[in-house]
């Protein structure tokens, strides 16, 4: 038995939809402008090189069904956003991933909120410095439970939106994105090497926009259902 200094931090771990197991967390990776609207609306345009973030595993915040998820508004900002995205969980990984074979490795789905604080963020990027004030803070991941794959099948459209207090703030289809889910994966493998129990947040549409405590967030993609989100 080994003998930690302290104690271990747990895995996280996600719900399955129907199932009683859990998803292990290992790694999660963000993609940056990845709808072609969301680039424009950030000040870019064209197929770029995509590229590359991570948060942190235990800044997911899990999000059950039928419940609303509970999100503390960070400190240190004036200007927190949502940003809607579909996090695809993968099964398994590997190097130099092909195109063709990337969907192999799909375990699963899920509804993500790739939430930021802009003003840290953006000073950040005046200064050339790294993101992870302005992404990977504490709880800067809420996360619904994961869809297998094999009761969804292999998402490629499909609409994909956000209200926030009732009102639509983000509305794009999954068909938009500038690099589809399996070139992604398949980019991402060739600078990472990918291992089951990854997240990948596949980037937001156009609309991203601030919340304020008190702001309830609804988010949605086809086939996923919703999950609902407030900023406590």
Known sequence: MVDYAVTPSPVVGLPIMD???LFPVRRVY???RNYAEHAKEMGFTGREDPFFFCKPADALVPVPVGQ???MPYPSKTD???FEMELVVALGSGGRDIAVDRANDCIFGYALGLDMTRRD??????????PWEIGKGFDQSGPIGPIWSRAVTGTLSQ???SLDVNGTQRQSSDLSQMIWNIPETISYLSGLFELKAGDLIFTG???GVGAVVRGDKMVGRVAGLGEFEVEVV
């Open 19 to 21: 199932s009683q197991q």
């Open 120 to 129: 840290l963020q953006g000073e950040c990027k005046k200064q050339g410095r």
């Open 79 to 81: 200007n927190l956003h």
């Open 68 to 70: 609303v998820g509970k």
């Open 30 to 32: 963000c993609v940056g």
């Open 204 to 206: 937001t549409p156009e």
């Open 158 to 160: 499909g609409s994909i």
